[in-house]
C-alpha cells in the first residue's frame, strides 16, 4: 500500500472517529441539561445553571472520547458519571466558603472520631459540641455553615465513577484500591445511625430535595440540612484511614 493510500485511510479512519463522537454529543446533549437541572436543586444558591450546563458539555465530550464499548456499560450510564463529575469539579473550583467553614468541617469530623473512639458507639449531637467545647446551638450553626457552603459533600468521598472503569492513564492497581474504598464505605454507611442512613437514602437513592426529606421526617429543612452535614463528617471520620493516604 502507498503512502498516499495508508494515509487517506488513516484520515478516514480518523473523520469517521470524529463523526460519530459529534452523534454521541448531538443525542446526549438533553442528558447535559437534565442532570444540571437535577443537580441544581442540590447544590448552594451561587451556582448557575448555564455554568452546570457548559461543564457537563465538557464532560459530555471527554465521554465520546474515551468510552469504550467493549467493557459493558452503555453510554449513558458511562457519559452521566463523567457529566455529573464535570459539574462538581466546575463548583469545586468556584468554591466561595471562607477557610473558617473548612477548617470547622475538619474539627467536627476530628471530633466526631475522637468521641466515637472513647465510646465504641456513634457519637451524639451534644456529645460532639462537648468535645469541641461550644453549645448546640454553635454546633448546629456550623453545620448549616457547611451545608450551605457544599451540599455536595457525600458525592465527593465518591468521586471517580464506578469500579472497574478505569481511564487509558490509570493503572490497574488504582481500580482495585478504589474498589476497596468503595467496599470500607459501604460498610460505613450500614453503621451509621438509622435516620443518617435514612437521609442518605432519600437524598441520594430516593434523590429527594432537603424540603422533601424533611416532610418525610417530620423535621424542618434546616434539621435535614444539619443532619446531612452531620452524617457526611461522620462518614470523613471514620473513613479517615482512607481519605488521609
Not at 24 to 36: D, Q
Not at 71 to 83: H, L, M, N, P, V
Request: a negative charge; hydrophobic letters at 40%.
Amino acid at each position: 500500500m502507498s503512502s498516499v493510500s495508508s494515509g487517506a485511510n488513516t484520515y478516514a479512519r480518523a473523520a469517521g472517529a470524529a463523526s460519530a463522537q459529534d452523534r454521541l454529543v448531538e443525542e446526549y446533549a438533553p442528558l447535559v441539561k437534565r442532570i444540571a437541572y437535577h443537580m441544581l436543586a442540590r447544590l448552594p444558591s451561587s451556582v448557575q445553571v448555564d455554568d452546570l450546563i457548559q461543564a457537563g458539555m465538557i464532560g459530555l465530550l471527554e465521554a465520546s472520547r474515551k468510552f469504550d464499548h467493549g467493557k459493558g456499560a452503555s453510554f449513558e450510564t458511562y457519559a452521566g458519571i463523567r457529566i455529573r463529575g464535570a459539574m462538581l469539579d466546575d463548583v469545586r473550583k468556584g468554591d466561595w466558603a471562607p477557610r473558617s467553614v473548612h477548617r470547622n468541617t475538619r474539627l467536627v469530623s476530628g471530633a466526631i472520631r475522637t468521641v466515637e473512639a472513647r465510646l465504641g458507639r456513634d457519637a451524639k449531637d451534644h456529645e460532639v459540641a462537648a468535645e469541641l467545647e461550644m453549645s448546640l446551638e454553635d454546633y448546629y450553626a456550623i453545620l448549616n455553615d457547611t451545608a450551605g457552603s457544599k451540599l455536595f459533600s457525600f458525592d465527593d468521598l465518591l468521586e471517580g465513577g464506578a469500579p472497574g472503569e478505569l481511564g487509558t492513564d490509570e493503572e490497574p492497581f488504582e481500580g482495585l484500591q478504589d474498589v476497596r474504598f468503595r467496599q470500607a464505605l459501604a460498610e460505613a454507611i450500614e453503621r451509621l445511625p438509622e435516620r443518617e442512613q435514612l437521609v442518605l437514602s432519600l437524598y441520594y437513592d430516593e434523590e429527594m430535595n432537603l424540603k422533601e426529606i424533611g416532610a418525610v421526617l417530620g423535621v424542618s429543612e434546616s434539621r435535614v440540612s444539619q443532619l446531612h452535614s452531620q452524617c457526611a463528617a461522620r462518614l470523613r471520620a471514620r473513613m479517615a484511614d482512607w481519605l488521609d493516604n
